[in-house]
């Protein structure tokens, strides 16, 4: 199994949710409201001097959903990505 964690900003909101449905996930947990600082864009720190936040979605899945959930996203990253798009995957050992 795999884990997939997608940090996007709210803008792609319904572009992350289309690339979730089209490639067969229906379950994911959400969190939507995310402060931090990356290396591709300016400070998440919903203040005044760094305004904005990001939302995440952690999928837990199969490989193959893997593979279409992570190119859709590629596909996001490309025609959006001024907007910010990020995608982790790594390897889920154990689910109890």
């Given at each position: 199994?795999?884990?997939?964690?997608?940090?996007?900003?709210?803008?792609?909101?319904?572009?992350?949710?289309?690339?979730?449905?089209?490639?067969?996930?229906?379950?994911?947990?959400?969190?939507?409201?995310?402060?931090?600082?990356?290396?591709?864009?300016?400070?998440?720190?919903?203040?005044?001097?760094?305004?904005?936040?990001?939302?995440?979605?952690?999928?837990?899945?199969?490989?193959?959903?893997?593979?279409?959930?992570?190119?859709?996203?590629?596909?996001?990253?490309?025609?959006f990505g001024f907007e910010g798009?990020?995608?982790?995957?790594?390897?889920?050992?154990?689910?109890?």
């Amino acid at each position: 199994m795999k884990a997939v964690l997608i940090i996007y900003a709210p803008a792609l909101e319904q572009n992350v949710m289309k690339a979730l449905a089209q490639s067969g996930v229906k379950k994911y947990t959400k969190l939507p409201y995310l402060h931090g600082v990356g290396g591709h864009s300016e400070p998440h720190l919903d203040t005044q001097v760094w305004p904005g936040s990001n939302e995440s979605l952690l999928i837990v899945t199969d490989e193959k959903t893997k593979d279409k959930l992570t190119a859709a996203v590629a596909l996001i990253k490309k025609d959006f990505g001024f907007e910010g798009i990020k995608c982790f995957v790594w390897t889920i050992e154990e689910e109890i």
